[in-house]
């Protein structure tokens, strides 16, 4: 049986005391919605981590922060760049790496998000790991092949017990921001292949225990379509999340 996760990807909204109020409210909320059932992340704005962090370790909340990004040296001269011991000491214990933005506007590619995945293993942080097509990619009919080649390339040298403690999200491109949602099937269908790259990989004992989840305009009016599919763990949330009412209910919904 795997814990679902619902985790929040803020992006690049809320200021530091926007990213508290908002972190408030969704601790406020975290014992009439949920305990440990279910996995909650918040990614919000790297220099907005330790504020969250604070407000989830004060109250006690059952939630955890993750960055947005990382840079897989330790040090150096990178700059406008982070380290994996930053966040990890900023209160981050998860990090989502690979996003279709990064892969778009700042170039990430499957080898830089091989080399953050390994660095994140090895820097005892866990990898959120985006994958997915684009509308042309879909259109075109080989988008099984397309998510799955990323997922072998991301993957690319991790060990078993490395690859247990990371979680793949299935993001289509053309769902994201968009309003307009993969179908349950359609997600299931994906989130099945990637499970099925994975056992390739690492035998299907590895594959079963790791969580696979569905990301692209996910919101309370769809969030129970996806999370009754066989294959689909629980959601990487952008704009559902920036507010509390919202994002609980997409929680509640994976109990
Ligand atoms: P969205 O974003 O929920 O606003 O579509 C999801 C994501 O990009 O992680």
């Known amino acids: 049986m795997r814990k679902p996760m619902m985790a929040g990807n803020w992006k690049m909204n809320k ?3 926007e990213s508290v109020v908002l972190a408030q409210q969704i601790s406020n909320r975290s014992r009439e919605y949920w305990d440990d059932q279910v996995d909650v992340v918040i990614c919000p704005a790297m220099v907005n981590i330790k504020a969250v962090n604070s407000v989830f ?4 909340t059952p939630a955890s922060v993750g960055a947005q990004n990382c840079h897989w ?3 150096g001269a990178f700059t406008g760049e982070a380290s994996i011991p930053m966040i990890r000491e900023a209160g981050a214990s998860w ?3 690979g996003h279709s933005e990064r892969r778009e506007y700042f170039a990430e590619t499957d080898e830089t998000v091989n080399r953050k995945v390994a660095a994140l293993l090895e820097g005892g942080v866990a990898p959120i790991v985006c994958v997915g097509e684009s509308l042309a990619v879909r259109e075109a009919g080989d988008y099984l092949e397309f998510v799955t080649s ?3 390339a991301d993957f690319a040298g991790i060990e078993d017990n490395q690859a247990k403690t990371c979680v793949v999200a299935y993001e289509p491109i053309w769902a994201i921001g968009t309003g307009r949602t993969a179908l349950p099937e359609q997600a299931q269908e994906v989130c099945a292949a990637i499970r099925a790259c994975l056992a390739d990989r690492y035998g299907s004992e590895i594959s079963d225990e790791m969580r696979v989840l569905y990301g692209g305009s996910m919101k309370p009016a769809n969030v129970e379509g996806l999370m009754t599919q066989k294959d689909i763990d629980g959601g990487l949330v952008g704009g559902a999340a920036l507010e509390a009412e919202s994002f609980v209910e997409l929680i509640a919904a994976c109990i």
Do not use: G, H, Y
């Not at 370790?57 to 006690?60: S, T």
């Open 57 to 60: 370790e004060f109250d006690k």
């Open 95 to 97: 990090c989502i790496v």
């Open 150 to 152: 990323q997922v072998r």
């Open 73 to 75: 040296e330790p040090k």
């Open 15 to 17: 200021t530091w005391a």
